[in-house]
């Protein structure tokens, strides 16, 4: 059954909020990710003086967790959406002006970063439009020992809505696992479980060390 506008148009702002309804997704997501956002951060295992990276930062909530968890350590926040970012900026900027976190529109799978320059990187309800080519440049710009921690909802619970039919590529831990080996991550360096997220949906963290 072909997928109607309705949920087309949804699955598109989650992929790349723009306009008015990315503006209302963006709040959206702000509440519905602080459950993931707190069990991958607490995954991400932070050290004081760590360069972290979240990924498809949206509305910039975990950034602000991240900033006050990693001392004098730079936050970073990449998203391809400009109003995702504003949102990011309203939610951080003191930090932001402190120097403490840094806004950076761009792709997941171009990062304008050099080799071997992040600590930690955190990747919430992103790896649906990354692809390998996106976690492959997450590998990357991974210093050697350096980890990526991935929260994403399981592919049984993820086929129940309908706005992911043309947007999303879903995942099992079987797939979410052979993803990261994909990109360059070794099989025994990394971990996926299955967790629970909010209002109980099945959710998946994966756990990966260059």
């Given amino acids: 059954m072909p997928q109607s506008p309705i949920w087309a148009a949804i699955g598109r702002q989650l992929q790349n909020s723009s306009g008015l309804g990315g503006r209302l997704i963006a709040r959206l997501m702000a509440v519905a990710n602080r ?3 707190r069990i991958a951060i607490r995954a991400l ?3 004081p003086g760590n360069t972290i990276l979240d990924l498809g930062c949206g509305s910039g909530t975990a950034l602000r967790v991240l900033a006050a968890m990693a001392g004098q350590g730079p936050i970073l926040g990449l998203d391809h959406s400009g109003i ?3 949102q990011a900026l ?3 900027r003191h930090a932001v002006r402190q120097g403490r976190v840094h806004l950076v529109r761009g792709r997941i799978d171009a990062l304008p970063w050099r080799d071997d320059t ?4 955190l990747a919430v309800h992103v790896v649906y439009f990354a692809g390998v080519a996106g976690v492959r440049e997450a590998w990357r710009v991974l210093r050697p020992g350096g980890r990526i921690v991935i929260a994403a909802t399981d592919r049984s619970a993820m ?6 039919s043309s947007t ?3 995942f099992d831990a079987r797939g979410l696992a052979d993803l990261l080996v994909g990109a360059g991550f070794a099989t025994s360096e990394i ?20």
């Fill in 35 to 37: 459950s993931s956002n």
């Fill in 45 to 47: 295992d932070c050290s």
């Fill in 168 to 170: 999303h590529e879903l």
């Fill in 159 to 164: 086929t129940r809505w309908k706005f992911q």
């Fill in 90 to 92: 309203r939610h951080n």
């Fill in 84 to 86: 995702m970012l504003a």
């Fill in 118 to 121: 992040i600590d930690k990187i």
């Fill in 191 to 210: 971990t996926v479980t299955q967790i629970k997220l909010a209002f109980g949906v099945l959710g998946l963290l994966a756990i990966a060390t260059k």
